[in-house]
């Protein structure tokens, strides 16, 4: 499995992002999947997770209201909205597969699988 995450930048705070994450394979329906990031100095952390189906997500508290996991089984694409952004957010975000499990927590090692990650930089 690979992946491949586009749509990070450079914005002010307030502004909102897409970040996108293409997998490769004929299976992903059954991927669970997930967002991580990890900011310079700090230990990777979970960001948000959706089921295979689409049906079941989960946030981090510091995200929640704020961004939106979805999927497109169709394009075997997982994309996170961000809307309000804030300096905190800045980060390099990664996406994350865990194939053939209906849906993966906010726990890095559930993933075995993961992107190159794209960079979001939030100025004040």
């Known amino acids: 499995v690979q992946l491949q995450a586009s749509g990070g930048g450079s914005v002010q705070a307030g502004d909102s992002l897409r970040l996108s994450c293409v997998a490769s394979g004929r299976t992903f329906s059954s991927y669970a999947m997930g967002w991580f990031r990890q900011a310079p100095g700090k230990e990777r952390e979970f960001v948000a997770a959706?089921?295979?189906?689409?049906?079941?997500?989960y946030y981090a508290d510091s995200v929640k209201g704020r961004f939106t996991i979805s999927r497109d089984n169709a394009k075997n694409t997982v994309y996170l909205q961000m809307n309000s952004l804030k300096p905190e957010d800045t980060a390099v975000y990664y996406c994350?597969?865990?194939?053939?499990?209906?849906?993966?927590?906010?726990?890095?090692?559930?993933?075995?699988?993961w992107g190159q990650g794209t960079q979001v930089t939030v100025s004040s």
């Open positions: 959706i089921s295979w189906s689409g049906g079941s997500t």
């Open positions: 994350a597969a865990d194939p053939g499990r209906y849906y993966s927590g906010s726990y890095p090692p559930e993933y075995d699988y």
